[in-house]
T-cell receptor, first 112, second 115 residues
Framework: AQSVTQLGSHVSVSEGALVLLRCNYS??????LFWYVQYPNQGLQLLLK??????LVKGINGFEAEFKKSETSFHLTKPSAHMRDAAEYFC??????????FGKGTRLHILP | DAGVTQSPTHLIKTRGQQVTLRCSPK?????VSWYQQALGQGPQFIFQ???????QRGNFPDRFSGHQFPNYSSELNVNALLLGDSALYLC??????????????FGQGTRLTVV
């Protein structure tokens, strides 16, 4: 069975500071891993996706994530936070791009 | 390209009633998946339709059923509504390529409130 654990339901960072959102996964097969963002009253938008190619994945809006098999982690980072990054972020796992298992989400707050 | 469109955007129903939610996939996509997102939670997979048949199903009761039409659009039906069915229902579409699907695109969702 596949599962995802996101550490921290709320994370606050100052504008311009490093963003780090943590995600650990469990999968019995090589996983596909995703980060999605959800703005208030919106659907989900894909930030980036890992599908067994390069372990460092670059996504939209300056975000990137590194797949670490030994740590079963797929943490999301951004060097410098902007106010517009305030949203809910979901880490997710799949063995294809169909049935996607989501974490409970991390709400990112940006402090001025 | 309108992307994935869902209707209605909001809906209020009474316990015991039945509801139908609709989804039109992104142009060129043939696979539709439905998710339930309760308040403060991540989306949970309900089921997926491909070639007008249910291909995968999550841990949801039979009160949740669906349909896919020849034009790939889809409906989610929920019978005998419970208060706990109140949630944002998300539709995602993708293109099945046999080995792996393309990226799943999500609609804006339908907010269902059961009173």
């Amino acid at each position: 069975a596949q599962s995802v654990t996101q550490l921290g339901s709320h994370v606050s960072v100052s504008e311009g500071a490093l963003v780090l959102l943590r995600c650990n996964y469990s999968s019995s097969v090589p996983p596909y891993l995703f980060w999605y963002v959800q703005y208030p009253n919106q659907g989900l938008q894909l930030l980036l996706k890992y599908t067994s190619a390069a372990t460092l994945v670059k996504g939209i809006n300056g975000f990137e994530a590194e797949f670490k098999k030994s740590e079963t982690s797929f943490h999301l980072t951004k060097p410098s936070a902007h106010m517009r990054d305030a949203a809910e972020y979901f880490c997710a796992v799949s063995n294809r791009d169909d049935k996607i298992i989501f974490g409970k989400g991390t709400r990112l707050h940006i402090l001025p | 390209d309108a992307g994935v469109t869902q209707s209605p955007t909001h809906l209020i129903k009474t316990r015991g009633q039945q509801v139908t939610l609709r989804c039109s996939p992104k142009s060129g996509h043939d696979t539709v998946s439905w998710y339930q997102q309760a308040l403060g939670q991540g989306p949970q997979f309900i089921f997926q339709y491909y070639e007008e048949e249910e291909r995968q199903r999550g841990n949801f009761p039979d009160r949740f059923s669906g349909h896919q039409f020849p034009n790939y659009s889809s409906e989610l039906n929920v019978n005998a509504l419970l208060l706990g069915d109140s949630a944002l229902y998300l539709c995602a579409s993708s293109l099945d390529r046999g080995v792996m699907n393309t990226e799943a695109f999500f609609g804006q969702g339908t907010r269902l409130t059961v009173v």
